[in-house]
């Protein structure tokens, strides 16, 4: 599986936006899915996690109730709404794979990484 994200951009704190990544190969539905972030001079950090077939999901404390995970199995894609967008949001996300939802937050089990997407929120 390729992993392809996009939608990063800058936006005014309080505003919105839309990460998409869009996956290669057959295999997407085998995986849970996650999104992950790393601000500068920081380790990545689990963001969102959503089950194979979208059941599940799981979110980080400090974006719960304005991140929404979802999938789109169809079309082999990814997404991460973000809402009310904080400064402390900004880094740069990548979404990944892997091949079990107990392990949605542990970045060492994942398979597959997309390359990133920087969103920044100014102040």
């Known amino acids: 599986v390729q992993l392809q994200a996009s939608g990063g951009g800058l936006v005014h704190a309080g505003g919105s936006l839309r990460l998409s990544c869009a996956a290669s190969g057959s295999s997407f539905s085998s995986y849970s899915m996650g999104w992950w972030r790393q601000a500068p001079g920081q380790d990545r950090k689990f963001v969102a996690g959503?089950?194979?077939?979208?059941?599940?999901?799981i979110y980080s404390d400090s974006v719960d109730g304005r991140f929404f995970v979802s999938r789109d199995n169809a079309n082999a894609t990814l997404y991460l709404q973000m809402n009310s967008l904080k400064p402390e949001d900004t880094a740069v996300y990548y979404c990944g794979a892997v091949p079990l939802w107990r392990f949605v937050k542990v970045g060492s089990k994942y398979r597959y990484w997309g390359q990133g997407t920087l969103v920044t929120v100014s102040s």
């Open positions: 959503i089950s194979e077939f979208g059941e599940l999901t």
